[in-house]
């Protein structure tokens, strides 16, 4: 991917909210088998999380108080999108899940960010199903996030692309892909997500060109090994 955002990946700040008592039993999930979930030890997790967030990434945490009456809370990334100064603050697609942006909002706001809200009563949007790349977006359409949400986030980010990817098989885009470092998008070999590295793989911009090399491959040769790439544009 070229033309990458300078500083793509850097951070100083972590927004963070505790795991709530009530999520063993009440928060959403797909597979209404899982019922096991142990609070104390998704606690620890928990801790260890932010602590790493916070020693060895060396970002200032915000840590949101824990609301035992929102069971999806400590998600808060589904709550907003931040770009550079700008914040999203999102529209759930879970009903129940709507009131976690308050505290989110106000957060953001007190880091000095600017802030957008998506009002509009028809956009829903997930935190969980925008994936920015460093120079453009992806969102994912699930069932928590709809055209009218992406559009609104193309709206909010006017400097980037935005392309949509159906998502069929999981609860939202990143829960099966993400970016590992600048210009490197790791995904899953699900079946769900396969399908999306298939939209993927049909975008103008990360267009992949097919170019057989079945006889060299017949004496091990590989693409790689058919050319020497140079970059002049600096002096190394
Ligand atoms: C939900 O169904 O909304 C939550 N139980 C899980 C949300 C996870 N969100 C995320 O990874 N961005």
């Not at 609070?39 to 060396?58: F, N, P, S, T, W």
């Not at 706001?109 to 199903?129: F, K, Q, R």
């Not at 159906?166 to 769900?192: E, Q, W």
Request: proline residues 4%.
């Amino acid at each position: 991917m070229a033309g990458l955002t300078v500083g793509f990946g850097e951070y100083t700040h972590a927004i963070v909210r505790g795991v709530p008592a009530s999520l063993p039993k009440e928060a959403l999930r797909m597979n209404e088998a899982n019922d096991d979930v142990d609070l104390a030890r998704a606690r620890r997790e928990h801790e260890l999380y932010v602590g790493v967030l916070m020693h060895k990434l060396g970002l200032q945490i915000v840590e949101l108080p824990v609301d035992d009456s929102l069971p999806d809370s400590v998600f808060v990334e589904d709550a907003a999108v931040v770009c550079g100064d700008t914040a999203l603050i999102t529209r759930p697609g879970a009903l129940g899940r709507r009131k976690e942006t308050e505290i989110v909002k106000k957060a953001l706001t007190d880091l000095h960010l600017n802030i957008v809200e998506m009002i509009d009563e028809s956009a829903t949007l997930d935190g969980g199903d925008v994936l920015f790349t460093g120079r453009e977006f992806f969102v994912g359409l699930s069932k928590r996030t709809n055209q009218r949400g992406a559009e609104i986030l193309a709206d909010a980010f006017k400097d980037y692309a935005v392309s949509t990817v159906p998502i069929y098989d999981a609860l939202h885009l990143k829960s099966f892909c993400s970016m590992a470092g600048p210009g490197l998008l790791v995904i899953g070999s699900s079946d769900g997500a396969q399908k999306a590295l298939k939209v993927f793989e049909r975008l103008k911009d990360h267009m992949l060109i097919p170019v057989p090399l079945t006889q060299m491959a017949k004496v091990d040769g590989s693409l790689s090994c058919c050319s020497i790439l140079v970059n002049k544009r600096r002096e190394m």
